[in-house]
């Protein structure tokens, strides 16, 4: 499975269930679709979705996330929780907002979900997705429950979901790869990065290897509308598009 495949896996977790059940059992995965209407407003999530794929022994999981985070995090509760809370005898701290999130979809709606067997587990998501996925594929390769599998993670516009100590912690589990898709786009002599990886800017920090991805476009209309296209799944979709050597690299 290359990058762009989970580029495209993590946009159709926006769709509708039938939607994603009839595109990707059409080619051999048996598809589960789990969602969480939980809402909690003092910390902004509500409509949690994940889809898990399995197929020969492999299993996918992608995780839902919002083109509208960068509004969601000027609100939602930005506090640090010990990590140990939500992920047995991890170290450092984690953002509560995306703690919360991560127990209400993965522990409770895909963890119970898993096959019973497998040998190969990749977790995805784009913004918010990519934050879940993150603190899931640490639970998972911190979990002796797991010793062996290889688990693989790749996100797109992730935002940090815990401090220097918790990525550190991250890094000595048994996490294979990590691979933190970020989108820049080129219009003329201007140049935006996508601010969500950005976020929140103080007392956190970034786990995986960075992969930038740039697009170039033609027609800008106001400045806040380039900020909120750079973080765009379809925008990063494009972007991959015409950076062939990330899209097509395998994890």
Known sequence: MNILELCKISSDVYGSKSTIKKKWEKR????????????????GFSNLQAVILYKEDKVIVAFRGTDNLPNILKDIDTRKIPAKKYIPNAKGEIHKGFAIAFEEIFRKKVLPKLPESFKEIIFTGHSLGGAIAFLSAVYLSSNDD?????????????????????????????????????????????????????FPFLGYAHGGKKMAVISKIEEVFVFKNLLLEAHSISEYKKSLKRNDKIAKKNV
Not at 28 to 43: L, P, R
């Open 28 to 43: 051999g995965y048996k598809v589960t679709v789990v969602k969480s209407d939980k809402f909690n407003i003092s910390h």
């Open 146 to 198: 797991y010793t062996g599998l290889p688990i693989k993670l790749v996100t797109f516009g992730e935002p940090k979901s815990g401090d220097k100590d918790f990525c550190n912690y991250a890094k000595r589990t048994r996490l294979k790869s990590h691979y933190r898709i970020v989108n820049k786009i080129k219009h003329h002599k201007l140049a935006i990065i996508d601010q969500v990886p950005s």
